[in-house]
């Protein structure tokens, strides 16, 4: 899923909704790349024996780790920054249906 927004419209934003987009950005976009990793070393797992095999696991351990990690801070992002600072109260009413009930 990709959003683009219009850098005017964004600049029109408040900095902490401003803030928020670009956080939220960041943790997507890490939550990929490391989803990308954890694909490959499993992978990896899968398919090599012997020593690649353990390099292949190690990198796999340490991928879910980075996972488990990028999600939090996505948590952290959202909770502080969506609920806390009432961002979510703000923009429910300017959500599509379409959007209002994907959630």
């Known amino acids: 899923m990709q959003v683009t927004v ?4 964004f600049r029109q934003l408040q900095e902490s909704e401003q803030l928020f987009l670009v956080r939220l950005g960041q943790v997507r976009n ?3 790349h490391i989803r990308q990793m954890v ?3 499993h992978n990896g797992v899968k398919a090599y024996k012997g020593i690649e095999h353990e390099i292949a696991l190690h990198s796999l351990i340490l ?5 488990c ?12 920054a969506w609920h806390r600072s009432r961002l979510s109260a703000k923009v429910h009413g300017k959500l599509s249906y379409r959007c209002d009930k994907r959630a």
């Open 6 to 9: 219009d850098a005017a419209k």
């Open 30 to 32: 890490d939550i990929r």
């Open 39 to 41: 694909v490959t070393a």
């Open 63 to 67: 991928a879910v780790r980075l996972w």
């Open 69 to 80: 990690a990028a999600l939090d801070e996505a948590e952290t992002v959202i909770r502080t």
